[in-house]
Every structure is written in structure tokens, then in C-alpha cells.
């Protein structure tokens, strides 16, 4: 249920006490309680529902001050167990019988499945929140002078950096631009520029392709991007900008040229030959989706553990001794899991130990393309790249090129949704928020927080493409998908977790999949899409100046079928986003401005304005008053604005 008047808590700091997570401590926590339409208030019992060592507990919570339009209800929260999930029950004067939990307000009985949850220790580095990642993929970003008097590999083909990326067929993984380490630091100016803070480097090991998830040592820096070296000199001067550096390792598998698996293959007595399963020695062995040059890795072999990710002489630890910041890790959700075999979490939780003995602000990100509750335990990845929670429900919302109801000129642009054969569908923000709520409410918001946003990444189409912007692999200079863009943008800076951006993506790139999304930086053409560029400048920056767009919690207030409305609520500040696609039954020549015909209309007084106060717009147009309500604006377009933040002290 979304809706401005429904009771609501999250794990933000304005909800839950952020000063203590330790086991065995006690958690303040709050929900507020809007009141009626009526103005009376809405609550006579409030009581939290915990679960302790596997039993309900019942704890009446108490009335506080008046909040934001409503009261305060506060209740203490021992943590017995590591995890402890919770929710609240509501009842009224008027005999009323509700619940709370992450997914929303119910008159009716649940599972625990959708309640809040907090974890003791579940902590990720501090600055973490606050940031916003840029990836890159090597081969495709830029290459320095010296790349061009490098011999081209054994596996490789050479390309023109300007031409063409072929978008599927076989050896694609053998076209080689030729793209270094040294080319990704002569353009830290666009990044800083940009107001990224985090490098997200897929891999930089050398492999037999040119993405390099094919591993042949994890030991060395691939030559062909310029050695150890240059990883060491693109840290420092990373550094020296503030920007911190997210190295890329393969834990699932190595490339079938790993020295490591030769050394197995060669002996099945060596201790290499245990990193992996043969079925029969040497030809026949478990590879990952059985493909045959990525033998997959045997994470119950305790050499392998110790060489790979346990211990301060593992690959792991040397390299953040190198100077990375922290790492994600590829194939997250398969590592460790192996027929009849689930390691996972275990190995998660030694790589989180390992990381934190050599730097205990390093960041662990996991990859992960669905559902990641059940590895997002509290002491191992730190968070999940959340293509379910956020990629997914935002390309069905924003999808322009397979738009239903529309004129005869609007032309599916054929791609399948992300494996499922069927063109991406066109579904109403409801979905999308429903899909939201649903998976983030088996999260912790630690967890969430943690957790990368992507309109799209390396290993999936552009998100220029999916909104309509065509399907050639170039910038689309007409910008043909800029606006439904542009809305995907707002709401990348403006949700909780951390924006990642996949370079080319702030200057209007294209492309139909992941390898066609790998196009070549076009640093010389000079052909960008300008205004995408400067809106890319303008909402990273947004989201920088403003902590409730960083720390704050997350409030559903309205969904409908083209707009959806939330607040991001800290104690320093309280924000309004509202965002408006152009409507699925609008014509080409009417989407770029045609008003939902559904204005959205909020009670001025549950939000905690004054009388008559209209707030202040950040971006987008502003807000107008009628009488007691606040009316929303009607045009298409992210429509940010800041709220009078009130009292959100925590009583001592």
C-alpha cells in the first residue's frame, strides 16, 4: 500500500538509532503515524513484533512527540540474535487491525518473509553512501600513446578505436581496441569532472579476451593494459583526486589458461588439482554454465581458500595492499555453490574477514542479477549490484521502444528482457514500485545502502537503447531517447544505494547488448549528446549537496501508472522527488511534455508544511498550494523538492 497517510519505518537513520548495531545492545527504534484525513490520530495501540531465537516477542511501543504530520511511536530493540526480523502492529479507536512491515501497511495477517530486518555487525564502510561509481571497461575506455607500439596479443584481433563493435557472433571476445590503464588516467578529468568518486575497473588481470574474466593469473596485471605499474600509477593518481579505486576478481572460475588449472591438468596429485573437480583427469571437469574455458573453482579445497582469498598472503589481501579500495566479485551468487555443495556465504564471510585485516574500510560488492536476500546475510558482502531491485522495474517503466497504445510510428526495438524471450513489456509505476518494495524489503538497509544502482552495466544493453534511443552502438546526437533517459538518471541520484555509471552512458551511448554496450569512448569525434552530458554534471552534483539524497530513507507516497512520489527523509533534511514519464497513449510529437491527466495531490499538513508554504524546487518545476493540499506538477520531467525538515532529533 503506498500512500502518504500509511505508518511508516525504514532503517535510516531518522527510523532506527544509528548508534548502535553490536549484539546483545539495544536498538531505538520508531515508526511515525500520519494522522486521519480528519486530523485525529490514527494509532491507540502500537506494538513491535521481533523474533527471538526463533520465537515471536511482543513489545508495546510508546507515544512520542508529534512528528510530521502525525505522532511518534518508539520502542527498544534488543539484539539476542544476529538477525532479527520485525514488524509493527497498529490498531485504532475505531477497532482497526493493521500491520507493517518493509513491504507496506496490511489488514490482514503476513509471514515474516517481508519484515524489516537488522543485522548486529551488518556495518559497511561508512563512506560508502555517500558516493558514486563510474565503471569502466578497459579495453574500451582509452588508450595512451604507448598502446599503439604494443605487439597485439596471441588471441587477439585489432580494431580501429572509431569502428564498429560487432554485437554478437562468434571470437567477439577476440576484437581488441587496445584500450590501457594509462589511457583510463589521462581522462581522470572527465571523471572528476563528471563527480564520480568511485572507479569500478572490470578486470584488469590478465586473460585470452579482451574482458578478462577469463583469468590466467590473478598474480599480474595484464601487460597489453601496462603491467602492475600502471595499476599502481592509475591508484595514485586516483588518489590524489579523492577518487577511490573497486578492483574486479573472479572467485567462481579462472580461464582454462590459468597457470593454475594448467598445473592441474598436467598433475592430478598437485595441490592445483583440487582448486577444481574433474569428473575424469585431465579433459573432463565441471566448468561454469559448462563452458569449457572457464573451469570452475572448488571453493571446499583449503589451499585454494588460502592462495585465492583467505589470509594476508592471498590474492585478496595483496592487492588492497596495492592500494584498491575494495572489490566486486564477479559471479557472486555461483561462487561457492556447486551441486550438492553451497559455500557461498562462507566464502563471502572469509573474504569480508580477509579484506577487513588489511583495510577495514575496504567495500565488498557482490554480483548478483536476482534476488540477493538470501546471500546479503550481514558479514559477508557488504551489497549486491541490485539489478532486481532497480535495473529491472526501471527499464519496464521507462522502456520507449516497445511502447504499447501509441501511434503507428512507434517500432519495437526488439530486445529480449534481460534473457526472457519476449520484448521488454511497458508497465505502470505501480509495478515498478510494487517490484521495488518487493525485493528491498528482504534486504537490510545496510545492505541496500551498500548496493550498486544500474540503468544498465557492461553485460547488458544500453539504457539509451531501451528508453528509445536507437539501436546502432553510436551516441544518439538526436536524442531520441534523451527524456525517458534523462527521468532513468533521476532517479539513478536520487534513491538509496550508490549510482553507477557506465562510462559512455553520460554522453548518450547505444548499443543492443552487453558486448554491442562495450563501444570505444568517443574522445575524439566530439560527437556527444551535450545535454545529456550537462544533466549527468547537474544530478550527480544534486545528489552530492544534499544528504537526504545520500542517507536518507526511503518513503513511498504515490504511485499511479506514470508518475511515482517518494521522500528521502534525514534528520538534517527531508526531500520530495516526483518523477513523470511521458504517457504510454501520448503520440511521438505529444511525449515529450503531455501532462498524466492524474494530478497527484498531497495533504500540505502530513508532509510538515506550514500554512500556505509551498517548497523549494531543486530541480524540475515547483510545487503549487491549494487551499491545504500540495499539488504536484503534471509535466514530464524529475521534480525534486525540499521539505521543511522539523524535528527529527531522537529524544534521549
Known amino acids: 500500500m503506498t500512500s502518504i497517510r500509511s505508518p511508516h519505518h525504514d532503517g535510516s537513520a531518522a527510523y532506527v538509532d544509528p548508534t548502535t548495531r553490536a549484539l ?21 495501540h502500537v506494538v513491535l513484533r521481533s523474533v527471538r531465537d526463533g520465537e515471536p516477542e511482543l513489545t508495546a511501543a510508546v507515544p512520542g512527540p508529534r512528528g510530521p504530520g502525525g505522532r511518534w511511536w518508539h520502542v527498544d530493540l534488543v539484539l539476542v540474535n544476529r538477525t532479527t526480523r520485525y514488524r509493527f502492529f497498529l490498531s485504532g479507536t475505531d ?51 604507448a598502446a599503439a607500439d604494443r605487439e597485439t596479443p596471441a588471441w587477439a584481433v585489432r580494431q580501429e578505436w572509431s569502428g564498429p563493435v560487432r554485437n554478437g557472433g562468434k571470437h567477439v571476445e577476440d576484437h581488441w581496441f587496445a584500450g590501457d590503464l594509462d589511457g583510463v588516467i589521462e581522462h581522470l578529468d572527465h571523471v572528476e569532472e563528471l563527480g564520480a568518486t568511485v572507479l569500478y575497473l572490470t578486470p584488469v588481470f590478465e586473460g585470452r579476451s579482451n574482458h578478462r574474466y577469463d583469468a590466467v593469473s590473478f598474480d599480474r596485471v595484464d601487460p597489453v593494459l601496462g603491467g602492475d605499474e600502471a595499476l599502481e600509477r592509475l591508484i ?9 579505486v573497486l578492483g574486479d576478481l573472479t572467485t567462481n572460475h579462472t580461464g582454462a589458461g590459468h597457470e593454475w588449472f594448467l598445473a592441474a591438468q598436467a598433475d592430478a596429485a598437485s595441490p592445483e588439482a583440487g582448486f577444481y573437480r574433474f569428473r575424469s583427469h585431465p579433459e573432463d571437469y565441471v566448468a561454469w554454465w559448462d563452458i569449457p574455458s572457464l573451469p570452475k573453482l572448488d571453493h571446499a579445497n583449503p589451499e585454494l581458500r588460502r592462495r585465492l582469498y583467505e589470509g594476508g598472503d592471498s590474492i585478496v589481501a595483496r592487492w588492497l595492499r596495492a592500494g584498491l579500495d575494495g572489490w566486486r566479485i564477479d559471479v557472486a551468487n555461483m561462487t561457492g555453490r556447486m551441486g550438492g555443495d553451497d559455500l557461498a556465504n562462507d566464502v563471502a564471510r572469509r573474504i569480508r574477514r580477509t579484506m577487513h585485516e588489511v583495510n577495514p574500510e575496504a567495500w565488498l560488492l557482490a554480483e548478483h542479477g536476482h534476488d540477493a536476500s538470501a546471500d546479503l546475510v550481514g558479514d559477508g558482502w557488504d551489497g549486491t549490484m541490485d539489478y532486481q531491485g532497480f535495473t529491472r522495474p526501471l527499464w519496464v517503466w521507462l522502456n520507449g521502444g516497445a511502447r504499447t497504445g501509441v501511434d503507428d510510428d512507434a517500432v519495437p526495438h526488439g530486445l529480449d528482457f534481460l534473457g526472457l524471450p519476449i520484448d521488454i513489456p511497458v508497465l505502470p509505476a505501480t509495478s515498478a514500485v510494487g517490484t521495488m518494495r518487493d525485493v528491498h524489503a528482504r534486504m537490510s538497509w545496510a545492505a541496500q545502502s551498500a548496493s550498486t544502482l544500474h540503468l544498465d552495466s557492461h553485460d547488458t544493453p544500453r539504457f539509451r537503447t531501451v528508453v528509445g534511443g536507437g539501436t546502432d552502438g553510436w551516441v544518439d546526437v538526436e536524442g531520441r531517447g534523451r527524456t525517458r533517459h534523462l527521468l532513468g538518471l533521476a532517479l539513478q541520484m536520487t534513491m538509496p544505494g550508490v549510482p553507477s555509471v557506465f562510462a559512455g552512458d553520460e554522453i548518450g551511448l547505444t548499443g543492443a547488448n552487453g558486448e554491442h554496450a562495450r563501444t570505444p569512448m568517443p574522445w575524439d569525434t566530439g560527437v556527444w549528446d551535450t545535454p545529456t552530458w550537462d544533466a549527468y554534471r547537474a544530478w550527480v552534483a544534486l545528489r552530492r549537496d544534499h544528504v537526504a539524497l545520500r542517507r536518507g530513507g526511503l518513503r513511498w507516497l504515490d504511485a499511479g501508472e506514470d508518475s511515482l512520489t517518494f521522500l528521502r527523509e534525514h534528520p538534517d533534511e527531508v526531500v520530495l522527488v516526483h518523477v513523470v514519464r511521458p504517457s504510454v497513449r501520448a503520440d511521438d510529437e505529444q511525449a515529450a511534455n503531455v501532462a498524466t491527466g492524474r494530478p497527484v495531490r498531497l495533504p500540505a499538513a502530513t508532509l510538515g508544511l506550514s500554512d500556505g508554504l509551498t517548497p523549494e524546487s531543486l530541480a524540475g518545476e515547483t510545487a503549487t498550494r491549494d487551499g491545504g493540499d500540495l499539488v504536484l506538477p503534471t509535466a514530464v520531467g524529475a521534480h525534486v523538492l525540499r521539505l521543511e525538515a522539523g524535528d527529527w532529533a531522537w529524544d534521549d
Open 95 to 145: 477497532g482497526s487491525y493493521h500491520w507493517l512491515n518493509a513491504e507496506g501497511l496490511f489488514d490482514r495477517d503476513l509471514s515474516d518473509a517481508g519484515d524489516f530486518v537488522v543485522r548486529a555487525d551488518d556495518v559497511p564502510p561508512a563512506w560508502v553512501p555517500d558516493q558514486v561509481a563510474y565503471q569502466i571497461f578497459p579495453d574500451r575506455y582509452a588508450a595512451s600513446a
Open 236 to 244: 595514485v593518481a586516483a588518489h590524489a583526486r579523492g577518487i577511490r
Open 24 to 44: 546483545g545492545e539495544v536498538v531505538r527504534l520508531r515508526i511515525l503515524v500520519p494522522d486521519r484525513e480528519d486530523g485525529a490520530e490514527a494509532a491507540q
